[in-house]
């Protein structure tokens, strides 16, 4: 494990719960590829049931993640398809596990982030919490098997999610169905713990219902594909490159430092 994916995810045991801390708030926890092979692998570890009830992701400071850090691009289809993988290996650890897995959304969520929480088992936020979708102009594409999962939570309201790239308050991700409560900033992460706690009951059978509940890991694996597959066709076709260039430009070419990053490959936050 590097030594940014550790600084940059904290894990602790509260309540017998793991709570899965993203770490960078400089950076708006921007998520690097050893830090998203380390979530994957830390949710892995707890999923198990043997040591936890569950899990809860959360993010420090005022976003939850702005998910890609693309302070250096992908220089290769090799490196873009390496790192376009990890994102949607967070997805298959998070349905596999054998606990409940709880996304406390404390703030803004972009992109390939927001598209983390789509898999878990629950969405819960504060009245700060945000999600935003720049991938459409950005020349990037959707992952996360989020061409499934978002329309599965929001039906049609994911064409406009996508193609539109709104903001989604919290008040409205309520009535679409992104998020399940919201609950007071200083509440989010005991409610979420709770949940996990109402979840798994003595004798439950917790683990049989979300093989049950959750989409079926082959149903993701097409998603996959389908992600895949465009995800080249926008490397070929040379629309990913104008638009990392387009967004480096708008900004001066402010280092990655200096800007704000978003999701899979997609910087994209116009304001803090």
Avoid at 121 to 149: H, K, M, V
Wanted: with cysteine; charged share 20%; net charge negative.
């Amino acid at each position: 494990m590097s030594a940014s994916a550790s600084q940059h995810l904290d894990t602790r045991i509260e309540r017998n719960v793991a709570v899965l801390t993203l770490r960078r708030p400089e950076k708006l926890n921007a998520m690097n590829v050893a830090t998203r092979l380390r979530l994957a692998s830390a949710i892995r570890e707890f999923g198990t049931g043997d040591r936890v009830r569950g899990i809860v992701l959360t993010g420090q400071g005022r976003a939850f993640s702005a998910g890609e850090d693309l302070g250096t691009p992908p220089a290769s289809y090799a490196e873009f398809r390496a790192a376009f993988e990890t994102f949607h290996d967070i997805t298959r650890a998070i349905v596999e596990t054998r606990v409940p897995v709880i996304a406390a959304v404390n703030g803004i969520a972009v992109g390939g982030a927001s598209e983390i929480t789509l898999c878990c088992d629950a969405r819960i936020g504060t009245p700060a919490t945000e999600y935003f979708q720049p991938e459409n102009g950005r020349g990037i594409t959707i992952s996360n098997a989020s061409s499934l999962l978002l329309t599965r939570l929001v039906r049609n309201h994911a064409m406009r999610m996508v193609l539109g790239s709104p903001r989604i308050g919290a008040d409205e991700a309520l009535r679409i169905g992104l998020l399940d409560e919201i609950v007071a900033p200083d509440l989010l992460l005991e409610r979420a713990i709770d949940l996990v706690v109402e979840w798994t009951p003595e004798n439950n059978t917790t683990a049989l219902h979300l093989a049950l509940l959750r989409p079926a890991l082959e149903d993701l694996e097409a998603a996959f594909a389908r992600e895949d597959a465009a995800a080249h066709n926008a490397w070929e076709n040379g629309v990913f490159s104008s638009g990392v260039a387009d967004f480096w430009a708008a900004r001066g070419n402010r280092s990655g430092a200096d800007a704000h990053p978003a999701s899979p490959m997609h910087n994209g936050l116009d304001r803090p």
